[in-house]
């Protein structure tokens, strides 16, 4: 509603309404900074957190909730420097507190008081619910292949890991082709976050090394 309607109490008594307004929405909500520093949450948001809402600001966005696609974010990003002001989808996961891994979409609308005002996100999370465990036959690697996927996590080249476990490069090769594979990644940098991810690689330990208790 334009300020020159109203005097200076409504606007304050509006704008009072509207964060009661925000605070009841079931649906998880924060508005961000374009950066994706979070500048207000909502109770339903700071919920997946196990928190309450005056300690999520200061946070990013980004840092809570994984995307699937860097591209995605790179997309709005993009749109915000340009000054568009549409919608942005984004598929993300995140760990709750219990453990639980979670899946769901956040809509980032960007928005501002005025139309010479700087931007903000508005951001909407849709909660999809618990991921599925990764099958068990997915991390299901030779011994090999464990050594092989620790040397490539540790920045090892494809030579250097032939010399070490003793095979030739186009066999590190199609160890590494095999495994793209079946875990259906496109490069070796995915597939090092596939193999941490399905618990093959220990994610405490450096130099990485698999994990004993994986088959």
Same mark, same amino acid.
């Given at each position: 509603m334009p300020e020159d309607i109203l005097?200076?109490?409504? =606007?304050?008594?509006?704008? /009072?309404?509207?964060?009661?307004?925000?605070?009841?929405?079931?649906?998880?909500?924060? *508005?961000?900074? %374009?950066?994706? =520093?979070?500048?207000?949450? /909502?109770?339903?948001?700071?919920?997946?957190? #196990? %928190?309450?809402? #005056?300690? =999520?600001? #200061?946070? /990013?966005? =980004?840092?809570?909730?994984?995307?699937?696609?860097?591209?995605? *974010?790179?997309?709005? *990003?993009?749109a915000v420097r340009l000054g568009h002001r549409s919608r942005y989808p984004v598929q993300v996961h995140w760990s709750a507190p219990d453990g639980r891994e979670r899946h769901g979409e956040l809509t980032a609308d960007t928005v501002s008081d005025s139309a010479d005002a700087p931007l903000w996100l508005l951001v909407l999370l849709r909660v999809l619910g618990d991921r599925p465990a990764p099958r068990r036959e997915a991390a299901e690697v030779g011994p090999a292949e464990k050594r092989i996927l620790a040397l490539a996590a540790g920045g090892a080249t494809t030579d250097r890991i032939a010399r070490s476990?003793?095979? %030739?490069?186009?066999?590190? /090769?199609?160890?590494? %082709?095999r495994l793209a594979r079946r875990w259906a990644v496109p490069n070796r940098t995915a597939l090092i976050a596939r193999a941490y991810v399905l618990g093959v690689l220990s994610p405490d330990a450096w130099p990485p090394t698999a994990r004993e208790d994986t088959p």
């Open positions: 005097d200076s109490g409504d =606007l304050v008594d509006w704008r /009072n309404r509207a964060l009661l307004v925000f605070d009841r929405v079931p649906v998880p909500i924060a *508005v961000c900074r %374009t950066d994706g =520093l979070i500048l207000l949450a /909502n109770p339903a948001m700071a919920a997946e957190w #196990g %928190t309450r809402p #005056g300690r =999520l600001p #200061g946070r /990013n966005v =980004l840092e809570l909730f994984h995307p699937r696609s860097a591209d995605q *974010v790179h997309r709005i *990003v993009e476990v003793g095979l %030739t490069v186009d066999g590190v /090769n199609y160890h590494l %082709t």
